[in-house]
């Protein structure tokens, strides 16, 4: 229940931020340009950060993983590394 209400407060305060930046706004970036209204662009700016953080954040998190199995290879790859003639 605690939830849900968390949830429509946060829904109520974007309704608020969309209703007073409404207003248009030009993006050109090189030679295209985009209108839209202010509160889609910072919304999507913010997306379009959270998406870059959580990469970002996924990749370091993979790492640490990807040096221990680089580092400490299964035991049947050991096997198989080993039957291998390198000539």
């Known amino acids: 229940m605690v939830t849900i209400i968390i949830v429509l407060i946060i829904l109520f305060l974007v309704a608020i931020f969309s209703v007073q930046n409404a207003a248009p706004v030009a993006i050109t970036f090189l030679f ?24 970002i954040a996924s990749l370091i998190r993979l790492k640490p993983q990807a040096k221990r199995i680089h580092h400490n290879p299964r035991p049947e790859c050991n096997r198989f590394l080993h039957s291998v003639p390198f000539e």
């Open 32 to 55: 295209w340009r985009f209108e839209a209204s202010l509160a889609i662009v910072i919304f999507l700016t913010l997306l379009c950060g959270m998406i870059v953080g959580a990469i």
